[in-house]
Protein backbone atom coordinates (compact mmCIF):
# COMPACT_ATOMS: atom_id res chain seq x y z
CA UNK A 1 0.00 0.00 0.00
CA UNK A 2 1.34 3.34 -0.83
CA UNK A 3 1.69 6.16 1.49
CA UNK A 4 2.70 9.55 1.63
CA UNK A 5 2.98 11.57 5.13
CA UNK A 6 3.48 14.92 5.07
CA UNK A 7 4.46 16.74 8.46
CA UNK A 8 6.12 20.13 9.52
CA UNK A 9 3.08 22.45 9.08
CA UNK A 10 2.34 24.74 11.80
CA UNK A 11 1.52 27.83 12.91
CA UNK A 12 4.40 30.68 12.08
CA UNK A 13 4.30 34.55 11.94
CA UNK A 14 4.79 36.39 8.51
CA UNK A 15 8.89 36.21 7.49
CA UNK A 16 9.42 33.39 9.07
CA UNK A 17 10.37 29.78 8.00
CA UNK A 18 9.00 26.16 8.17
CA UNK A 19 10.51 22.96 6.29
CA UNK A 20 7.52 20.42 5.62
CA UNK A 21 8.42 16.56 4.66
CA UNK A 22 6.99 14.04 3.07
CA UNK A 23 8.02 10.36 3.28
CA UNK A 24 7.01 7.65 1.08
CA UNK A 25 6.21 4.04 1.51
CA UNK A 26 5.05 1.41 -0.82
CA UNK A 27 6.78 2.56 -3.49
CA UNK A 28 10.42 2.48 -5.01
CA UNK A 29 10.48 6.88 -4.31
CA UNK A 30 13.42 7.13 -6.60
CA UNK A 31 11.26 6.01 -9.85
CA UNK A 32 8.73 9.24 -9.16
CA UNK A 33 8.99 12.37 -9.52
CA UNK A 34 7.32 14.34 -6.24
CA UNK A 35 5.87 17.45 -5.91
CA UNK A 36 4.10 19.80 -3.31
CA UNK A 37 0.87 21.54 -4.04
CA UNK A 38 -1.42 24.03 -1.70
CA UNK A 39 -5.01 24.36 -1.40
CA UNK A 40 -5.89 27.62 0.37
CA UNK A 41 -9.28 28.08 2.22
CA UNK A 42 -11.91 28.40 -0.64
CA UNK A 43 -9.79 28.44 -3.70
CA UNK A 44 -8.27 25.79 -5.77
CA UNK A 45 -5.30 23.51 -5.29
CA UNK A 46 -2.14 24.55 -6.94
CA UNK A 47 1.24 23.60 -8.23
CA UNK A 48 4.24 24.86 -5.28
CA UNK A 49 7.02 22.93 -6.62
CA UNK A 50 8.26 20.03 -8.07
CA UNK A 51 11.25 18.04 -8.54
CA UNK A 52 12.58 15.15 -11.10
CA UNK A 53 13.02 11.53 -9.87
CA UNK A 54 16.56 12.47 -9.98
CA UNK A 55 16.52 15.34 -7.84
CA UNK A 56 18.75 17.28 -10.57
CA UNK A 57 15.70 19.27 -11.96
CA UNK A 58 13.31 21.37 -10.02
CA UNK A 59 10.35 23.44 -11.03
CA UNK A 60 8.16 26.54 -9.01
CA UNK A 61 5.16 28.43 -9.09
CA UNK A 62 6.18 32.28 -9.82
CA UNK A 63 4.67 33.21 -5.86
CA UNK A 64 7.47 31.06 -4.53
CA UNK A 65 10.22 31.51 -6.63
CA UNK A 66 13.32 32.88 -4.96
CA UNK A 67 11.53 31.76 -1.14
CA UNK A 68 10.50 28.34 -1.51
CA UNK A 69 13.07 25.29 -1.73
CA UNK A 70 12.20 21.64 -2.78
CA UNK A 71 14.76 18.83 -2.70
CA UNK A 72 14.08 15.09 -1.95
CA UNK A 73 16.83 12.40 -0.31
CA UNK A 74 16.24 8.93 -2.04
CA UNK A 75 17.93 7.20 0.57
CA UNK A 76 15.30 8.11 3.50
CA UNK A 77 12.48 8.22 1.06
CA UNK A 78 11.53 11.85 1.54
CA UNK A 79 11.12 14.75 -0.54
CA UNK A 80 11.32 18.24 1.41
CA UNK A 81 10.19 21.71 0.76
CA UNK A 82 12.32 24.63 2.65
CA UNK A 83 10.05 27.73 2.93
CA UNK A 84 11.36 31.26 3.61
CA UNK A 85 10.27 34.89 3.83
CA UNK A 86 6.40 33.10 4.49
CA UNK A 87 3.33 35.32 3.92
CA UNK A 88 -0.08 35.46 5.15
CA UNK A 89 -1.66 34.03 1.18
CA UNK A 90 0.88 31.30 1.43
CA UNK A 91 -1.45 29.78 4.45
CA UNK A 92 -2.83 26.86 2.98
CA UNK A 93 -3.14 22.92 3.12
CA UNK A 94 0.24 21.20 1.47
CA UNK A 95 0.02 18.02 -0.54
CA UNK A 96 2.77 16.06 -1.25
CA UNK A 97 2.63 14.02 -4.85
CA UNK A 98 4.18 11.33 -6.36
CA UNK A 99 4.14 10.83 -10.35
CA UNK A 100 6.30 10.90 -13.53
CA UNK A 101 7.48 7.49 -13.38
CA UNK A 102 10.91 6.80 -14.68
CA UNK A 103 10.82 10.03 -16.50
CA UNK A 104 13.27 12.67 -15.03
CA UNK A 105 10.94 15.45 -15.51
CA UNK A 106 9.66 18.45 -13.66
CA UNK A 107 6.16 17.53 -13.71
CA UNK A 108 3.86 20.62 -12.56
CA UNK A 109 0.66 19.05 -13.37
CA UNK A 110 -1.66 17.43 -10.67
CA UNK A 111 -2.74 14.97 -13.64
CA UNK A 112 1.02 14.07 -13.74
CA UNK A 113 0.84 12.86 -10.19
CA UNK A 114 -0.80 9.57 -9.10
CA UNK A 115 -0.36 9.41 -5.07
CA UNK A 116 -1.25 12.04 -2.92
CA UNK A 117 -0.70 12.38 0.81
CA UNK A 118 -3.66 13.91 3.47
CA UNK A 119 -1.68 17.34 3.47
CA UNK A 120 -0.42 19.23 6.27
CA UNK A 121 -1.89 22.43 7.51
CA UNK A 122 0.25 25.95 7.09
CA UNK A 123 -1.02 28.94 8.71
CA UNK A 124 0.90 32.44 8.51
CA UNK A 125 0.02 35.04 10.59
CA UNK A 126 -0.12 38.69 9.70
Known amino acids: QVQLVESGGELVQAGGSLRLSCTASGVTFSNYGMGWFRRAPGKDRDFVAA????????GYADSVKGRFTISRDNAKNTVYLQMNSLKAEDTAVYSC???????????????????WGQGTQVTVSS
Open 51 to 58: ISLSGRRT
Open 97 to 115: AAGAKYIDVVATRQEDYVY
